[in-house]
Structure formats: C-alpha cells, structure tokens
T-cell receptor, first 110, second 115 residues
C-alpha cells in the first residue's frame, strides 16, 4: 500500500524568504507524484506533477527516488502563495486513484 | 465552462439515513472520481468510474456505492449513515482512459454533516 507523508501541518515564512514544503512517500513501484493547492475559498487544483518537470508560479519539485521525496520549493515566497498544499501519489497502473498527504498550510507573512 | 459541479453544496442528515450526492464533470471528460475529505485530513479515494464502469475502489464499506450515467455525470450514494461519514465529498473529472493518470479537476465539494 502507498502512503504520503507531509510532516508539517503549518509552515510560516516571511515574504521573500525561501519555501520548502516537505513530502515523503512510501511505494514500491514507479509512482507519479503531484502537488495540489487549495487557495482560500477555492477548489483543489493541480499545481504541478513531476512528469511535466515544469515550474508553476515559481514552484518546482524534484522527485528523489533514493530518498522517496518530492519536496516543493520556491526561492522567494509571495503573499499570494498562502494556501493549503497537498502532495499526492498515483501508483503504477493506478489510473486516477490519488493518495493524498494530510496537507501543509503555508502562511506567508509580510 | 463552469468546471466540475457538485450538488448539493451542503447537506445535513441523521444517523441511519441515506444520502445521494451528484457530480457533473467538465464537458468532454469521461472519467469521474470521488473522494472523502475528513476535517484535517487529505482527500481519500472512494471510487473511479470511466465510461460508466467502475475502474477503481478505495477502502470504504459497501454502504458506499456510485454510478455513472450515459452523459458521464455521477452519483455517490451512502446508506446507513454514521457520524463518521461527516466530511467534504469531492468529485474530480478527467479526460480519458484511466491507465494514463490523467490530470484531475476537482469540484467544490459537498459538505455532509451527520447528526
């Protein structure tokens, strides 16, 4: 069975500071990893997926299979980055089944 | 396009009752998935349907059932409600074949409270 762990419930940083949201996973196959974000009063939406290797809104995430991690990073936090962030995993051949972590609330302070 | 829509937005039921939640996917999307999100937790997978067939089921009791209609909309049914069924129920739609790990687009959810 797969598991996604986000160790921090809340992460508070100052505007302009670097951000790193941690995500570790447990899965024996080749998963696909995602970061979803939920801004206040908005629906859950995809931020990025590792297979795309994109930078979205300045965020990047690298899949480290050795450490089974998929940390989300941004060099300079902006106030509009304040939101709930969920790391999610889709197993090999698992179709659309996503296993989510418990989420990290990012608060960017001025 | 309004995106994925869900109805109702809120619902209050008592223990033992039955509830039906509805989801309309994005136009052109053929796959619908359901998730349960308990307060303070991440969403937990319940079902996936593609082309009206069940393609995946999470670790939920048989009280939970779902179906998908020819127009690709979907219903989630929960029988014999328990207090622990109180949660936000999310529907997500994606474009096509389940094996390709399509990007999923989430609806706003239905908040169910069981008293």
């Amino acid at each position: 069975a797969q598991r996604v762990t986000q160790p921090e419930k809340l992460l508070s940083v100052f505007k302009g500071a670097p951000v790193e949201l941690k995500c570790n996973y447990s899965y024996s196959g080749s998963p696909e990893l995602f970061w979803y974000v939920q801004y206040s009063r908005q629906r859950l939406q995809l931020l990025l997926r590792h297979i795309s290797r994109e930078s979205i809104k300045g965020f990047t995430a690298d899949l480290n299979k050795g450490e089974t991690s998929f940390h989300l990073k941004k060099p300079f936090a902006q106030e509009e980055d304040s939101a709930m962030y969920y790391c999610a995993l889709s197993p090999t051949g698992g179709g659309n089944k996503l296993t989510f972590g418990t989420g990290t609330q990012l608060k960017v302070e001025l | 396009d309004a995106g994925v829509t869900q109805s109702p937005t809120h619902l209050i039921k008592t223990r033992g009752q039955q509830v039906t939640l509805r989801c309309s996917p994005i136009s052109g999307h053929k796959s619908v998935s359901w998730y349960q999100q308990v307060l303070g937790q991440g969403p937990q997978f319940i079902f996936q349907y593609y082309e009206k067939e069940e393609r995946g089921r999470g670790n939920f009791p048989d009280r939970f059932s779902a179906r998908q209609f020819p127009n690709y909309s979907s219903e989630l049914n929960v029988n014999a409600l328990l207090l622990g069924d109180s949660a936000l129920y999310l529907c997500a739609s994606s474009l096509g074949e389940s094996r390709w790990r399509e990007t999923q687009y989430f609806g706003p959810g239905t908040r169910l409270l069981v008293l």
